[in-house]
């Protein structure tokens, strides 16, 4: 279907990702509870949100809690492969226009990008930058960015991409950088990357990774996660890192840490996220096991050269299993790729746990509450998640965890506060 109202699969499923989308919400504490502050404040009300994120039952909530804020919430997805379609369905039935198709071509991409840019939005929130990319390049919205109070990014590929777009000058609009957020990608990255890539490299696969030589390119949080539950069940992790403080750290966490060239030899599974392009590449193909598996975690499906693998391979036999295909390359040996090198915790399985995206969408919930309330006054940069937010949040998560910590006594904070006291 494809209307005003939204462009979706089927609209049958609306039933079925209810229950997906129900179920999502009894783990997340935080949001529910953000919802219902934004019930009885209406901090939004009025305002026009458009959102490029994927499409899940966790986003779902937090298109809810936007919707109960008053706000007027249109959403799209941010990858083709992402998109739950009884979720997305459920979304429309609920009355929050979404244009989302699991699988849809790039030509649908950019047309849902711009159908819920048309609705001229005062608040966007992205997930890869995409909605401030085509605000920026596209004529035809140049005047919207005027009007835009900030845009809140989600993921580190987003983020960097807006701090060049600050770096060089282009930027027209304020940028909240929720990805940045501790309450963000000290969990979701590390623990729901961690998690939620492994899921789907297991459902795609079904292999075992006891005893397997894992390689992953990229230390940042989200390698870190990866590389910690990879380890976990018995994998042998290879790292390799352009950054020399983070391959440093990736050693003394005790992993083997190489250049991909010498990498490709040894690894069984390769799971790419950097943030960058071609990290593997046509020479490196060549260099692999027969039965090598590859997949991507980064945003973008660029990580890993799919059309140099596609150019050099003689034969490509899809769907051997689901979100597998396999590369016969010259040399006789064959290589399999998942998910088409797109997210493969999404595209063979379900992205991130509820409990952790319970953070992150609260923060990006209570983020865009305050971009709302200083429309008009921030400048035209990336900024940070004020810390107060995430101290709220952590709060609230661990009060839903029945957690308590300790609090400064009134002695220890006036030590804090000077600087007479020393030796």
């Known amino acids: 279907m494809g209307s005003q109202r939204g462009d979706v699969k089927d609209l049958k499923l609306a039933a079925v990702g209810k229950k997906r989308v129900d179920w999502a919400e009894q783990h997340m504490p935080v949001l529910r509870k953000v919802q219902e502050i934004f019930a009885r404040t209406q901090p939004l009300k009025g305002m026009k949100l458009s959102a490029c994120l994927h499409v899940t039952a966790e986003t779902a ?45 790039q030509k649908i991409y950019y047309r849902h990008l711009r159908q819920v840019l048309d609705q001229k939005p005062v608040v966007t929130l992205d997930d890869g930058a995409d909605l401030v990319s085509l605000l920026h390049t596209d004529p035809t919205y140049a005047k919207q960015t005027e009007r835009i109070c900030a845009s809140m990014e989600e993921t580190t590929t987003g983020v960097i991409r807006l701090r060049s777009m600050e770096k060089n000058g282009v930027l027209k609009l304020p940028v ?85 060239r010498e990498a490709v030899r040894e690894g069984d599974l390769f799971i790419t996220l950097t943030g960058d392009t071609s990290v593997i590449r046509k020479e490196h193909f060549l260099q692999m096991k027969d039965g090598a598996i590859l997949c991507n975690s980064g945003h973008f499906d660029v990580e890993i050269d799919v059309k140099a693998l596609t150019a050099l391979a003689k034969a490509v036999e899809k769907d051997i299993r689901s979100n597998v295909d396999g590369y016969l390359l010259p040399n006789g040996r064959r290589v399999y790729l998942l998910g088409e090198g797109r997210l493969v915790n999404l595209a063979a399985a379900e992205g991130h746990p509820a409990s952790v995206m319970d953070m992150s969408f609260a923060t990006q919930a209570l983020a865009a509450r305050w971009a709302a309330e200083n429309g008009g006054k921030l400048a035209h940069c990336v900024h940070l998640v004020p810390k107060d937010i995430e101290e709220q949040v952590a709060t609230l998560k661990l009060a839903s965890m029945g957690i308590k910590c300790d609090r400064l006594t009134s002695e220890q904070k006036q030590y804090l506060a000077s600087w007479e006291f020393g030796t």
Request: charged letters at 20%; one cysteine or more.
């Open 176 to 260: 909240v950088a929720v990805n940045d957020a501790d309450t963000k990608y000290l969990f979701d990255n590390r623990y729901g990357t961690g998690q939620s890539t492994i899921d789907g490299i297991l459902r795609a696969t079904s292999i075992l990774l006891a005893g397997a030589t894992v390689v992953i390119a990229g230390y940042g949080w989200c390698g870190k996660g990866v590389a910690m539950r990879a380890r976990g069940m018995g994998a042998q992790v290879i790292v390799t890192e352009i950054n020399p403080i983070r391959a440093l750290e990736a050693a003394m966490d005790g992993f083997r840490v190489m250049p991909m």
């Open 61 to 105: 909530n937090l298109m809810r809690t936007f919707k109960a804020g008053g706000a007027e919430v249109m959403l799209c997805a941010s990858n083709p492969l992402s998109t739950q379609d009884d979720s997305a369905a459920a979304l429309v039935k609920e009355g929050i226009p979404t244009f989302a198709i699991r699988g849809e071509d």
